[in-house]
């Protein structure tokens, strides 16, 4: 995982950002290398990828869905606070800050649903979808996506609307799989 690591980071696909939302983000824009590298990463495991992203899709629904029956009022607080600070960190563009903030809004979600396995769970599964590396979107139509789904998923959990929450949740989670998709199709163009 190093060596591939580092090769990624030679041939420009990948920066790394230190410090405590820091991590290994794919670079903007298609290198000459990369087409060969997705189809050698994504090709031999992509079935059962799209099992994983079906199971995240599953337990986030499921996190959802439990966030809007068990939050309290200390849940209402730190929810919106996430949202309004992932909802100034999308007007700002900065793709470092977007992520923080997302993740923060998205564990604040999994906090209120008082249950810490089925968090521990979901990260695991983005873990190995992702093979340690983040991969959610976050620029362009899919933040402008997101915030919008964010909106509606936060609604739901703060009123109490487990379905609509359990909805919201499954679908906004298959934009990484959608983002995979895309990234498997280019490879194979090239």
Not at 61 to 80: G, N, Y
Not at 101 to 126: C, F, W
Request: neutral net charge; aromatic residues 4%.
């Amino acid at each position: 995982m190093r060596a591939a690591t580092a090769r990624l980071r030679e041939i420009g696909c990948l920066e790394v950002t230190r410090g405590r939302s820091g991590g290994h983000y794919v670079r903007s824009g298609w290198q000459r290398e990369s087409g060969p590298a997705v189809r050698r990463t994504l090709l031999p495991r992509w079935e059962r990828t799209k099992e994983l992203l079906d199971a995240r899709c599953l337990l986030e629904s499921l996190i959802a869905r439990t966030a809007a029956e068990r939050r309290d009022d200390e849940d209402r607080v730190r929810v919106s606070r996430a949202l309004q600070e992932y909802t100034e960190a999308a007007a700002s563009g900065d793709g470092t800050r977007i992520r923080s903030t997302d993740a923060m809004l998205h564990s604040a979600i999994a906090r209120a649903a008082k249950n810490e396995p089925l968090a521990v769970y979901g990260h695991q599964l983005l873990q190995e979808i992702s093979a340690g590396f983040p991969i959610e979107p976050y620029r362009g139509d899919l933040t402008e996506r997101a915030l919008a789904e964010h909106r509606a998923l936060v609604h739901a959990v703060l009123t109490g609307d487990q379905e609509e929450a359990g909805r919201v949740a499954a679908y906004h989670f298959t934009i990484t799989g959608q983002t995979l998709s895309a990234i498997l199709e280019r490879s194979l163009e090239t």
